[in-house]
């Protein structure tokens, strides 16, 4: 698995369904979590990151969510220079997830 790869909602579902262990990490602000929660996934808002990167295992799957992508990519990249090797962008964010996988979280 590639530094600084995508993983698409639909893939990422199937592999969360079958209990591989990713560590999802959503980069957006708390008021956008209250409206639309990514189940399971760990909140450090994007702005955080470099102040709290000592809470995730650089030795672990990463998958980072954010609203469509865009921030969520930065982080990833950010994450993949300090030698997180095992890092994904959920490609389209949770906006794909709600449209692909889970309709019942909100779009905003």
């Known amino acids: 698995m590639g530094i600084l790869g995508e993983i698409t909602a639909k893939a990422l579902k199937e592999r969360l369904d079958r209990g591989e262990r990713i560590v999802i990490v959503d980069v957006r602000e708390p ?49 993949a220079h300090l030698g997180f090797e095992r890092v994904l962008n959920l490609s389209g964010g949770i906006d794909a997830w709600s449209k692909c996988v889970d309709p019942s979280v909100p779009r905003y």
């Open 31 to 79: 008021g956008e979590v209250k409206l639309a929660p990514f189940d399971g996934a760990i909140n450090i808002p994007m702005e955080d990151i470099p102040s709290r990167v000592c809470e995730l295992d650089p030795e672990l799957e990463t998958v980072v969510v954010c609203h469509h992508g865009l921030r969520s990519a930065q982080v990833a990249a950010y994450l």
